[in-house]
């Protein structure tokens, strides 16, 4: 009986976590039908507006989120997980662990950095590409209300940026509900067209994607850069599986959001073959608002414009964590970031990030004017990190899952296959918008590889003139005067004798009596048991070395760390009788430099505008002393 009881809560639970992915995981994915049907016969290589047309573009969404989504993503990335959570980063942290310091990690990091970086691109147009094509709806309602769709959508863009400082826990809880109420809507809308003309259901059979490319050739294959819009957001389910687990999320999948998304599709493309050419010419336009009867259709803007928001939110804060991932593993310098919720240490806020974001999405709207000119910038990165998840997938058929090599090749094939032309085909557009990813993909690349870079060089280098802590402690133990309370000396690396510890003997020449290096180590997983949180070494005398490890998904409270030890050092630490020492190196050009010059002084520009040990650590303010030093690299 009492086994009965924990299946029943068990499943109620994940039941409670599918719903609740409805509303976070699958906004992006869930508002391309406002767009991608659209784009594919109207963007920039137009489509002759016929059957066979509809039928082989219809064909292309069912199978491209059936192979992308559903087998890529769901089926097979989604087993791929580092202590459940998901995401391009994790996924290199977990791939790193297996391949060692082998040349295949430099690349596989590589990978992983690039791929990083193309997300920062998708970030500035989901946001602004969602929330546009929603509101575009009102053109279709009225079309003299034409001239306030950039206004309104600046509003609200520019809204929800100012919210994300109060965080998403209350907004949170009406995600799930409206996002319900929005993919129900599309089911609905796509049925009641696909009774009135039911032929649209031959688009099951992958003949008439086919003879699509038959007909036409290379302008098929340039369409492929508008039908990939339906499957833009499938990398979020991948990085949202540390939220919600995989389970919950392939329910949401495979019972509601896939036949939802599939039956409007097929209700759009039934829609335009059960009208005459006139009419299909003017409905294919904004084929997603003429499917609601006229009296709905200011409703549909509304509820669309809502889902477009929470896609928009969802989007925004991945890249919150994102950003919070790179920080923990090196890749981008320490940044001010604000936690939002008592109770979920997820949900943070970073404001630099949120503001740079910001100024890019009004940009964006100002300059493309609508969601047509922005769909042309927006499949290159999503096409692109596609492409390196489908590299990274190999290296983990190989190396993580051990497949053999007549399963894993056919695999990869396929799917090398199929992104490469999605990414190729997008290539096309370029220089119709397409470039902007790019550039901020390539912006984005400079920063993290020379932030990356930079540390490598600077830790070295400190390691090459450093003192063994062990010898320092016995020379320094009985030639110096002791003073009472404990002196904590931060270092970067865990082995060696921090510079601070070096020039507060030269300058002060006292230590105090109880004297402790302290490391923060940034494992290649996500969270870290706080039971295996501390190791400590006693170098004697009241000489102390400890490494703190945290996961790349935690945040790093020194304080509460060094609460929790007791007497491993001695006596508890009493934040009021502590002092901490932090080095602030100032960088000078060595006369062989180990990077361009020009790379210099961006490292150095990026260590003089990051956050302070001080505030990342969550140390005590008025507890903390910064002694300066040079380092030449």
């Known amino acids: 009986m009492s086994q009965d009881h924990s299946d029943d809560a068990r499943t109620s639970a994940k039941v409670k976590l599918a719903v609740g992915a409805i509303g976070i995981v ?136 100012v919210l994300q400082r109060r965080g998403t826990t209350k907004v949170g809880a009406l995600f799930a509900p409206i996002m319900l109420v929005y993919f129900v809507t599309l089911a609905v809308l796509g049925t009641i067209h696909l009774v009135k003309t039911p032929e649209i259901f031959l688009a099951l059979n992958p003949y008439y994607a086919f003879n699509f490319f038959v007909l036409d050739k290379w302008t098929a294959f340039l369409a492929l850069g508008s039908v990939v819009l339906a499957v833009t957001g499938s990398e979020a389910l991948y990085t949202d599986m540390g939220h919600f687990g995989r389970g919950p999320i392939r329910i949401s999948w495979f019972g509601f959001v896939m036949p939802c998304l599939l039956l409007n599709y097929f209700g759009q493309g039934a829609m335009i073959i059960g009208m ?25 803007v509304f509820i669309a414009t809502s889902a477009a928001f929470i896609a928009s939110q969802a989007v925004i804060s991945g890249a919150f964590s994102v950003t919070h991932q790179a920080i923990q593993l090196g890749f981008i310098p320490r940044l001010s970031i604000r936690h939002t919720s008592d109770e979920h240490h997820g949900q943070i806020y970073i404001p630099l990030i949120n503001w740079a974001l910001m100024i890019a999405v009004i940009v964006l709207v100002l300059f493309f004017r609508n969601s047509s000119n922005l769909a042309s910038a927006y499949g290159i990165a999503v096409t692109g990190a596609m492409l390196i998840d489908t590299a990274l997938m190999g290296v983990l058929l190989f190396v993580v899952f051990k497949w053999r090599w007549y399963f894993a090749v056919p695999v990869i094939l396929v799917f090398v296959i199929v992104d490469g032309a999605y990414f190729v085909s997008n290539m096309t557009k370029v220089p119709d918008g397409g470039w902007f990813p790019l550039m901020i993909a390539g912006i984005a690349f400079t920063l993290l590889t020379t932030w990356a870079k930079g540390r490598k060089l600077m830790r070295a280098r400190m390691a090459e003139v450093g003192l063994p802590l062990d010898i320092f402690a016995k020379s320094g133990r009985n030639s110096t005067a002791r003073v009472p309370g404990t002196a904590i000396f931060m270092n970067s690396g865990s082995s060696g004798t921090p510079s601070a510890l070096l020039h507060n003997i030269k300058h002060n020449k006292v230590l105090h009596e109880r004297v402790v290096v302290l490391t923060v180590s940034i494992d290649d997983a996500p969270y870290v048991d706080p039971d295996n949180r501390v190791e400590m070494k006693s170098l ?8 703190l490890h945290y996961g790349f998904m935690e945040e790093t409270d020194i304080p509460a760390a060094l609460a929790k030890i007791d007497t491993l050092c ?17 960088l000078l050009s060595a006369d062989k430099p180990g990077m361009a010059v020009w790379r210099e002084k961006l490292f150095a520009w990026m260590m003089r505008n990051a956050a302070t040990p001080m505030e990342f650590f969550q140390l005590p303010t008025n507890r903390v002393v910064e002694l300066g030093s040079q380092v030449e690299i």
């Open 26 to 161: 699958f906004g992006d994915i869930g508002t391309s039908p406002l767009y991608a049907f659209k784009e594919t016969f109207v963007g920039p290589h137009k489509l002759t507006i016929d059957d066979a047309h509809i039928l082989g573009v219809v064909s292309l969404i069912f199978w491209s989120m059936t192979l992308i989504v559903s087998i890529q993503y769901v089926s097979i990335l989604m087993r791929a997980d580092n202590k459940g959570q998901g995401g391009t980063l994790a996924l290199v942290a977990l791939m790193s662990r297996y391949l060692g310091g082998s040349k295949y990690a430099f690349v596989t990091v590589l990978f992983g950095v690039f791929a990083t970086s193309l997300f920062y691109g998708d970030s500035m147009i989901t946001p602004a590409v969602s929330v546009l094509s929603a509101v575009e709806g009102l053109a279709v309602v009225n079309h003299r209300l034409d001239s306030l769709i950039i206004p309104i959508a600046l509003v609200l863009l520019i809204g929800l940026f």
């Open 276 to 300: 005459g050419d006139a009419a299909a010419a003017e409905a294919i336009e904004n084929p997603f608002y003429f499917m609601a009867p006229d009296a709905f259709r200011l409703p549909l």
């Open 540 to 547: 004697g005398d009241g000489f102390f070395r400890i490494i």
């Open 570 to 586: 001695g006596a508890p630490f009493e934040m009021m009788q502590t002092s901490f020492f932090l080095s602030r190196q100032t």
